[in-house]
């Protein structure tokens, strides 16, 4: 397949913007990028697809995902985080069926694929929302992802004890058995697509002992491992409670940092915690939407990135964020991060590309597979319809899509070297059933959880 007359934003080393290109792709590899007029005649015989000038760019890789808060979105806006948790979140999880678990997965990737996102990182998948049925319909969607299993022996979040809907809590021998079983299972398939990694929720969230038992696994396996760490600043009372100085000290104590190991929000670090993820080559999602929504504050992004810390983004959930658009989530965090700083040009639109893209490869550990559009790496790419009036005029184009564009911008979405969306329709899910199915199946969960949620307003 050729797809011809694009405007590639390439994220190579040069950070080049090609214009009038072709991009080839040969079964699941990009072969070549080039200007049209030189590639086309080498190529007389492949399918063209013509692009009209549109722009063509990695996938957005999501660093941080609950896939199975997609069919709550919503359920609890405008509350504080642990009425919004302990009185809202877990309330509905907890009495999701495995069946409920793979409907709300399958909403979020068909969220994410028609937003461009393709690779994303499952943060904490629970025993109850059934670890295959959630596996089978990402492979079956196309993406690229990292699954990871929650593992937790303690049934609380950072020092508040004994919130934890009943239906959410896990044992660690179990825990820890299931996430080797899943690994074992479905790590690689899908041709590498699938990974499974480690989920300890946050710290709090299990024993000392049993994170030294996940570190200790996940490098003899080379499995990685995702927390949330500094996300409030209970976060870091919890720390100091157990003799920490700070979240971070005590995830490097405990065997949790390192290459493979990538921290969700990391709102709440200091100087001395991002030298520890600089040197340990530890990697940070950020969500700036998330943060902002429940007011967790404003993550020092800009000294993390100049410290050098792979920073890389991520949506987080549906009550949380409350969409899945990773387009949408580079706007807020550069002015986010620059609000932070006052000053406008610390965190531009260049630096929110490079951490939706680039710098989420990395985390994920797929930094030379995908990321880039360079020939060898696997094709997975998306393609903007460019043709719109909050997009035009477009003087560059990196600026015009991390500030200007939406993720209902996207028209064209591959993933190794398959089209999985292509003029919006995706053709690898069927949109309309896996709506009407989540529709149906978020209500259900509500009535069982004993939940009315309801306009504030009066409905009449
Ligand atoms: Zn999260």
Redesign the pocket.
């Known amino acids: 397949m050729i797809f011809d007359n694009v405007t590639v934003i390439t994220m190579n080393p040069d950070r080049q913007i090609l214009t009038h290109t072709a991009v080839v792709v040969q079964g699941k590899k990009i072969a070549e990028v080039g200007k049209s007029k030189d590639v086309l005649p080498r190529h007389p015989e492949k399918p063209v697809i013509k692009c009209d000038g549109n722009v063509l760019m990695p996938g957005l890789v999501d660093t941080?995902v609950?896939t199975a808060q997609a069919m709550i979105r919503g359920c609890a806006d405008d509350l504080y985080l642990l009425d919004w948790l302990g009185k809202r979140v877990w309330v509905m999880q907890g009495n999701y069926t495995e069946e409920d678990g793979r409907a709300s997965a399958a909403l979020c990737t068909l969220e994410m694929v028609k937003s461009g996102t393709t690779a994303f990182l499952e943060?904490?998948l629970a025993e109850r929302y059934g670890f295959d049925g959630v596996a089978q319909v990402i492979l079956q969607s196309g993406m690229r992802a990292a699954i990871a299993k929650i593992v937790m022996d303690l049934p609380s979040y950072a020092e508040v004890e004994g919130f934890m809907h009943p239906g959410m809590v896990e044992d660690g021998k179990t825990s820890v058995e299931n996430t080797l079983a899943a690994h074992k299972k479905w790590n690689g398939a899908g041709d590498g697509r699938i990974q499974v990694w480690f989920g300890p929720r946050t710290p709090g969230g299990a024993t000392l002992a049993l994170y030294d038992q996940i570190g200790a696994l996940a490098k003899e396996r080379g499995m990685g491992i995702t927390i949330?760490l500094s996300e409030v600043r209970e976060d870091v009372d919890y720390a100091v409670s157990q003799g920490f100085r700070s979240p971070a000290e005590l995830a490097l104590a405990h065997q949790l940092l390192g290459p493979r190991t990538v921290l969700?929000h990391c709102v709440w670090p200091d100087e001395g915690d991002w030298k520890i993820f600089r040197e340990t080559g530890t990697s940070v999602a950020h969500?700036p939407a998330?943060n902002a929504k429940l007011s967790s504050g404003m993550a020092p992004v800009h000294r993390m990135l100049k410290a050098g810390v792979n920073v890389a983004l991520g949506c987080?959930?549906g009550p949380s964020n409350n969409t899945y658009d990773l387009i949408r989530d580079m706007r807020m965090a550069s002015y986010l991060a620059n609000l932070r700083e006052n000053d406008p040009t610390v965190v531009p639109a260049e630096a929110v590309l490079e951490m939706a893209t680039l710098n989420g490869a990395k985390a994920l550990g797929l930094a030379g597979e995908v990321g880039s559009i360079e020939a060898g790496k696997r094709a997975d790419f998306i393609i903007l319809d460019m043709d719109k009036p909050h997009l035009t005029p477009c003087w560059d184009p990196a600026s015009t899509v991390a500030y200007c564009a939406h993720g209902s911008d996207v028209d064209t979405v591959v993933i190794d070297g398959q089209v999985v969306m292509q003029g919006r329709k995706v053709l690898t899910l069927d949109e309309e059933a896996i709506v009407d199915e989540a529709r149906r199946r978020a209500q259900e969960v509500a009535a069982r959880a004993g939940l009315e949620i309801r306009p504030r307003w009066p409905v009449l």
């Open positions: 941080h609950h943060c904490m949330h969700a969500n998330s987080d959930g």
